[in-house]
């Protein structure tokens, strides 16, 4: 595991989520817990604690390899590749969303 996220060339910081929720279960009609903005391309999906686990399946789909989290009030971000959870000081905060 990396020290420090090495992916964040790869990303917007000035991103638009595609969706206020989880983009596949709101095609399907699931649910979810959480929600994660993809910081490469702007895909919502769900957390691992939620039943579609979207999120990290959109990671093994794209290799896009950094996320943040899109809750009101949490301004973590997730590398998978380097399996590393840290903040990023002076990003401009998530979008909200309802």
Avoid: Q
């Avoid at 959870?85 to 969303?97: L, Q, R, T, Y």
């Amino acid at each position: 595991m990396a020290a420090t996220c090495t992916h964040l060339s790869d990303i917007s910081f000035e991103i638009e989520p595609h969706a206020t929720g989880c983009e596949e279960c709101l095609a399907t009609g699931g649910t979810w817990l959480h929600l994660r903005l993809c910081m490469s391309c702007g895909h919502v999906g769900c957390c691992d604690n939620s039943p579609g686990r979207h999120a990290t399946a959109h990671f093994a789909a794209d290799a896009h390899p950094v996320i943040r989290s899109f809750e009101p009030g949490e301004d973590w971000w997730w590398c998978y590749v380097d399996e590393l959870d840290f903040d990023v000081e002076g990003a401009p905060p998530a979008p909200s969303h309802p």
